[in-house]
């Protein structure tokens, strides 16, 4: 079974709904035989990535609120990361463009690396005290200490053009499937979950995308040739 995952590294509730969703997966019997794959969502496409500014600012102006709420915002997105064993900075945080990481992130699954860079991006971006926002060396830093080539990624960094096709190919398909926010979860293209919900309601995804698998259907039976756990079938001279 394949779960696909649309989310932003600038979006908080998609640190915490990737917690939650890997707790219910860790619960999950058959997890053994779930793929789980990330795919691309700005939530602000097109943001040049000197455009780095605090994260009170941006939501003030952004949801028309005061810097005392949203003060209060990050105070809550913070005890809820809280409540998932997670590190979350709710005073001095900046924020950017997410592009490039995304691009990098297209890098990383070809490398093999993509969950532990993500992963990377998300503690960079809302534990740690320095910035994540408006400077390649620190993105080359963060992939690096995952494993991936530092000479590499800077030719990625570099090249506006390298993966870029591939994150607005993942943007066009979260339209298509109806996808107006993140997170946004989606099991064997059959089910969505919008949105960091408990864990007991991906849980309750899995066990029913997983429960309701169609089985396989042969269309010929015959006596062909195959290769199977005994090894192939070697056809004997006459």
Same mark, same amino acid.
């Not at 990330?38 to 941006?58: N, Y």
């Not at 809550?76 to 998932?84: I, K, L, M, P, S």
């Not at 994540?132 to 000479?151: P, S, W």
């Given at each position: ?14 640190? /915490? ?9 860790? #619960? ?5 035989? /779930? ?15 000197? &455009?780095? =500014? ?24 913070? @005890? =809820? ?16 463009? +997410? ?34 926002? #408006? ?15 530092? &000479? ?9 053009? @390298? ?16 996808? +107006?926010? /993140? ?17 007991? /309601? ?5 066990? =029913? ?7 396989? +259907?042969?269309?010929?039976?015959? &006596?062909? &040739? ?11 001279? #006459?």
């Amino acid at each position: 079974m394949r779960v696909e995952i649309w989310s932003d590294i600038a979006c908080p509730w998609c640190y /915490v709904g990737k917690a939650r969703f890997e707790k219910a997966l860790a #619960g999950f019997p058959h997890r053994e035989h /779930v793929e789980v794959v990330h795919r691309s969502f700005e939530l602000d496409p097109g943001r040049a990535k000197d &455009d780095v =500014q605090p994260v009170l600012g941006m939501l003030a102006k952004k949801y028309g609120m005061s810097e005392a709420q949203a003060q209060g915002a990050e105070d809550n997105v913070g @005890a =809820q990361a809280a409540a998932e064993g997670l590190a979350y900075r709710t005073r001095g945080r900046d924020t950017g463009g +997410t592009f490039d990481m995304h691009r990098l992130l297209h890098h990383a699954k070809e490398q093999g690396r993509q969950a532990e860079l993500l992963q990377a991006l998300y503690q960079a971006n809302f534990a740690e005290e320095r910035s994540l926002f #408006g400077d390649d060396e620190r993105l080359v830093e963060i992939a690096v200490a995952v494993g991936l080539d530092a &000479d590499g990624v800077r030719g990625v960094l570099a090249d506006p053009g @390298a993966y870029a096709d591939d994150v607005r190919a993942d943007e066009r398909e979260a339209a298509q499937l109806g996808a +107006t926010g /993140v997170p946004f979860f989606v099991l064997d293209r059959k089910y969505g979950v919008s949105g960091a919900q408990p864990a007991e /309601v991906f849980g309750r995804a899995l066990a =029913q995308a997983w429960g309701e698998r169609s089985p396989l +259907t042969l269309i010929d039976q015959g &006596d062909a &040739d195959a290769c199977g756990p005994d090894g192939c079938a070697v056809p004997q001279r #006459g």
